[in-house]
């Protein structure tokens, strides 16, 4: 299966996930996305169309951490838990950008879950 394959496949799915999922003021989208060494989250008020906070596995404060990608993916979705309660936000909808609810993905959920995000 060719690269661009895959990308017009999970664009599919993301559009699809996102015709239900909506980030408002009260409940912002925490988004993911994946590439095959980082991984990236954000949370997004879709009403504003702006994003409120945004960590990766190339923020600062994980750079030099050494682990695996699910330790790393955990990793960053407590410091985006940490920094989204600094901000006020407690609740959000989680946008699992297309991709399969395992691995990397779901570490991140689970490490923002840890951190104290509701969804």
């Known amino acids: 299966m060719l690269v661009e394959e895959k990308r017009e496949k999970r664009d599919k799915r993301h559009r699809r996930v996102r015709k239900k999922v909506r980030g408002s003021a009260e409940r912002p989208r925490l988004v993911v996305f994946r590439s095959l060494r980082h991984i990236y989250g954000q949370i997004i008020d879709d009403s504003e169309g702006r994003t409120l906070v945004a960590v990766s596995s190339l923020t ?33 909808v989680f946008d699992r950008g297309g991709y399969r609810y395992h691995g990397r993905v779901k570490a991140l959920a689970e490490g923002a879950r840890e951190g104290g995000l509701q969804f």
């Open 60 to 92: 600062s404060e994980l750079r030099g951490k050494d682990g695996s990608g699910v330790e790393i993916a955990k990793e960053v979705g407590k410091l985006l838990a940490q920094k989204a309660r600094e901000k006020g936000i407690e609740t959000v």
